[in-house]
Each structure stands twice: as structure tokens, then as C-alpha cells.
């Protein structure tokens, strides 16, 4: 499911009314969840928290400028932070399933739609630039509203979109920078002193701008920190008797919280004190927490292949993040947050059995066979782990962690398309009884698209439980055998949804693609199945 972040920050920190409405244009859009709002009384200036699917996040932060510049007038505005305008930075943030050229697209569709149509002035910044220049937001920022006048009318600084000269609209809204960025953490690492200088010590030995040493001729020396895209600072908090470093990993695909915490036991231990622990501030990606897990499960040289709870428990036991508070995975994680209520895959299997008996066409056969492919998958990926470290088993431990590893990861995938079969048979009646053909036309693709994605999986997994038959546990090949006729229903199941869709479907060049595809698939699928069949079945007696 594709997850994207917005944090629009407006210059209006004190009036709750007018935070409120705000907040409410938000709420008005469908499917986005607002998660946090966080103003500031000194600064004068609110930050909004919300994500959801690209399109309607899109939609919200467009409503929110728009209700902002309305009840936001600049001239009057007085604060502590520096600002350009009434909505005065609004950034995208990939979450799940999203690029950064993605977010780079939505800056660009939302400056468009605020300059064309609201017309404020836009900058885009970070990775949504169109100069180097201009990636900087303090640069583009520098001068502040009282500058914004003579910058807009200079061509080295003609807004991206929008107007640029200073009409009476502008002199009320100002102007507004909307870009693209990595997801930044907050992590503070808690020490074992009330010492802010050895929490500052540690600070300047982690982040990317290192430390600057004078030399005894009185230049300067820069000694580059450990690691890039990471800023950090000491300081005492006093609500922990304790001092604590604080950092902010600005790309946690550069630079993640295990990378910053290990190395900082080894600094912490040369001055004589401990790192007791972390805490993550705000909301973290479940990407970042679970690579945390899997880096500490590979440390201690155990298979990965391990449900996502177990991954989050360990990172949070092995970064020590319940030591101040308790950590939920529901609370701290975006993807938790947002999860959608009353999925199949969260109904027991009674409850998910009877949804499935009832008159109710969806979950079907393609949810089913979504399933199955799931079954199998986690049948091999249990015989990878009866066979990892097991003794006679020994010289393959690492090949059977990785397929076990891999098998997992397929299963996860597969019990996702469990709903999105049932959605995408969902909005295909919509669509039908919307009578827009064009509606029709891409729900009934995608409703053939879905079902398809799992027919394909079961080759992967087929592949997978090839190697697997032959290098197993051998008291276990028979659950390799019962995954392999598992595959067999998942297949021709999900075939089956293919082609039943595609029945009276009038798109005769996607049609012929699609069957094309299938028989593909089945020319090579079902070899292997049966080689697999055949040699488990020669090992059972």
C-alpha cells in the first residue's frame, strides 16, 4: 500500500480557531489520517502531521493551504521562526511503497494547483528543485516575508509557480515552498551521566559534520563525524535526570538507528559511561525499525526468517527503546497508524471461513488463492528453519536461511494480496454500476491485474521449494510437498479469477497479453511443481 507523509508548517501558532480549521480541512478528505499537530506559542507556527494513499494526501494539503492563506494574513504576523508565508514549507515524505520521484511528482502537481489556482507564489525545494540554488529551504527562505517583495520581482528567484509580482494578494498570504524529502527520525540515545559535555563528546564523534579542532598555529582542523545524513547534539533533559544524545537521522537508508547506537557504546565505553538506551520522538517507518531487527537477528546469527513482531521485538529489546517508556509498535510505527480496520488477513480463521461461506461474492476464489500461496510459502519458509543450524544440516545453514528468508517475505506479500483481491473485485462493482466506461475499463484490468501478480508469485515460490526438496530437512519433505500442492491450488486459482474477468472484457490487446502471460507462467510453473511432487513423493517411504 503506498504511505506518504505531508508536514505542512503554517505561521500560526496561538489562534486554536484557526489551527482547528486547518486541522478540519484536512480531516475532509477521505482515507488521510491526521496524526499530529504540534503548535508553538513563541514561533507562532503550527506543524501538521498526516498521511495516506499519494492522491488524497495531495488533496488535503491542498485544502489546508487553501483554508490557511484564507485565515492566515502575513502583514499582522509576528514569530520566533523564520517564515516566508501563511502555509510557509510543505513537504512530502515516501513512507511505504512510495519513491522520492513520486513525492517529487505530488510537490510539483500541488505548487502547480496553488500557484495556477489559489495564486500564491511556489518555490520547490530539497529533491523537488529545479536548481541547485534552490534545494537549500533556509536559502530560498533567507530575507523572510519582509524580503518577499524585492526576491519574487528578481529573475535569479521567480517563484516555480504562481505569480510573481507583489499583488495585495500576496502581501496576505506570502509565499509557500513545497518540496520532497527523505523521512527524518528523531532518536535520542540515553547515557548513564548527567554530563552534557560527554553527551556532546559522543554527538561530535556520530554526526556527518564531525567536530573543528583548533591547531596550536590557530587554524582550524574539520574532523568528519562516522556518518552522513546524521545530525546530532548533547544535552541534559531534566525530566530523565540524565543526559541524552540527540539526533536526527535525516535518510535512514543512509544511516539507521542500529548504525548510530552501536557505534556509540563503543564511543560511550572509551569515556567511561554507558548507553543505557534510546527513544524514538514522533513516528518512525516500519522499514527503518525492521531493518534495526534484522541487522541485530544477522549479528547474533540467527535465520531471519521471522514473523515482523518478532523483528520489531527485537530491535526495540537490542536498542533498548522500552527504557523510559514503553514502546508500541501501534503508537510509533506510520504504517500501524494507518493501518485500515476490518481487513480479511486480521479475522480469525472461523470468522474469515464464515465471510467466505456467506452470500457475499467477495473474498472469493482470488483471496483464496492468495492464501494459498501464502500456505505454501510459510511451509517452506518453517522447513528452511527445521533445517538452519540443525545438525548433518550444517554446510547448508546459509542457503536454507536465505531461502527460508525469502519464502517469508514472499508469504507476507501473498497475505497482502488477500485484501487487495477483495478490494480490486470490490471496485470493479463500483465501477460497473457507476456506468463509466472509463472507470470500468481500469477497475476491471486492475481486477485481472491483482489476481494475476499472485499467479506469478507461485513461480518464485516454486523455484524456492525446488532447491529446498533437495537440501531440507528430510524429516520434514512432506511439508515441502503439501506447499507444493498448495501452489497448484494458488495457480490455477488465481487463473482462474484472470479469465473470468476478462470474460466480456472488450480490450482485446490487454485480453490476449494476459492469457499470453498465463500460459507462460503454466508452461513453466508446472514442471516444476511436478518435479517436486515426484521427488518428495520418492522420500516418503
Known amino acids: 500500500m503506498k504511505i506518504v507523509e505531508c508536514v505542512p508548517n503554517f505561521s500560526e501558532g496561538k489562534n486554536e480557531g484557526i489551527i482547528q480549521k486547518i486541522a478540519d480541512a484536512i ?42 492563506s484564507q485565515l492566515i494574513d502575513m502583514r499582522q504576523h509576528k514569530g520566533a521562526h523564520p517564515r516566508m508565508g501563511a502555509c510557509d514549507v510543505c513537504p512530502f515524505v515516501p513512507v511505504s511503497d512510495m519513491t522520492m520521484d ?68 500576496i502581501k496576505k498570504t506570502g509565499a509557500t515552498v513545497i518540496g520532497a524529502r527523505p523521512f527524518l527520525i528523531a532518536y535520542n540515545l540515553n547515557l548513564n ?37 546524521c545530525k546530532a547534539i548533547g544535552w541534559y533533559v531534566d525530566d530523565y535526570k540524565r543526559a541524552q544524545i540527540s539526533i536526527n537521522l535525516t535518510n535512514f537508508k543512509v544511516t539507521n538507528m542500529h548504525h548510530v547506537f552501536d557505534a556509540a557504546c563503543i564511543e560511550a565505553e572509551k569515556l567511561g559511561v ?29 535465520s531471519r526468517a521471522v514473523s515482523e513482531k518478532e523483528i520489531i521485538e527485537i530491535a526495540s529489546f537490542s536498542l533498548g527503546l522500552s527504557e523510559l517508556q514503553k514502546f508500541d509498535p501501534n503508537e510509533k510505527i506510520i504504517e500501524y497508524k494507518v493501518k485500515k480496520k476490518n ?19 467477495a473474498p472469493g476464489g482470488g483471496s483464496v488463492a492468495a492464501l494459498n500461496g501464502s500456505l505454501a510459502a510459510s511451509l517452506g519458509s518453517m522447513v528452511g528453519n527445521l533445517t538452519f543450524k540443525k545438525k548433518n544440516y550444517e554446510n547448508v545453514s546459509t542457503e536454507v536461511e536465505r531461502i527460508a528468508f525469502e519464502l517469508h517475505n514472499l508469504k507476507d506479500i501473498f497475505i497482502e494480496l488477500i485484501d487487495k483481491d477483495t478490494e480490486s473485485f470490490n471496485s470493479m462493482m463500483s465501477a460497473i454500476k457507476s456506468k463509466d466506461e472509463k472507470l470500468i475499463r481500469e477497475a476491471t484490468k486492475n481486477a485481472c491485474k491483482i489476481p494475476f501478480e499472485t499467479a506469478n508469485l507461485t513461480l518464485n515460490v516454486a523455484r524456492l ?55 507462460l507462467l503454466e508452461k513453466e510453473l508446472i514442471p516444476i511443481l511436478e518435479e517436486v511432487k515426484s521427488y518428495v513423493e520418492s522420500k516418503l517411504i
Open 465 to 519: 521449494l525446488q532447491q529446498l526438496s533437495k537440501i531440507g530437512n528430510i524429516n520434514a519433505i512432506s511439508d515441502v510437498g503439501v506447499g507444493c500442492l498448495n501452489l497448484y491450488s494458488a495457480f490455477y486459482a488465481a487463473k482462474y479469477n484472470v479469465l473470468i474477468n476478462l470474460k466480456d472484457f472488450d480490450d482485446k490487446i490487454f485480453k490476449e497479453e494476459m492469457i499470453n502471460k498465463l500460459a
Open 274 to 302: 554507558r548507553v543505557t538506551g534510546s527513544e524514538i520522538v514522533g513516528l518512525v517507518p516500519l522499514e527503518a525499525i525492521k531493518e534495526s531487527g534484522l541487522y541485530y537477528i544477522n549479528k547474533m546469527n540467527l
Open 343 to 361: 481487513k480479511l488477513i486480521d479475522l480469525s480463521l472461523t470468522s474469515f471461513t464464515d465471510e467466505l461461506a456467506s452470500k457475499s461474492p
Open 27 to 68: 480531516k475532509a478528505i477521505p482515507d488521510v489520517s491526521l496524526l499530529d499537530i504540534d503548535p508553538g506559542k513563541d514561533t507562532n507556527r503550527t506543524v501538521f502531521t498526516f498521511v495516506g494513499s499519494p492522491e488524497n494526501v495531495l488533496e488535503a494539503a491542498f485544502n489546508a493551504i487553501k483554508v490557511g
Open 102 to 169: 513520486e513525492c517529487v511528482q505530488l510537490a510539483e502537481e500541488l505548487g502547480k494547483r496553488v500557484g495556477t489556482e489559489l495564486g500564491i507564489p511556489v518555490y520547490l525545494y530539497e529533491f523537488a528543485a529545479k536548481a541547485q540554488y534552490r534545494k537549500n529551504l533556509a536559502d530560498i527562505r533567507a530575507g523572510e516575508y519582509e524580503n518577499l517583495e524585492k526576491k519574487i520581482s528578481d529573475p535569479q528567484w521567480k517563484p516555480d509557480f504562481g505569480p510573481s509580482n507583489f499583488n495585495e494578494n
Open 193 to 229: 551521566t548527567k554530563d552534557k559535555t560527554i553527551a556532546n563528546t559522543i554527538a561530535k564523534k556520530l554526526r556527518e559534520k564531525g567536530e573543528t579542532k583548533k591547531n596550536k598555529d590557530g587554524t582550524e582542523t574539520i574532523i568528519p563525524g562516522l556518518f552522513k545524513e
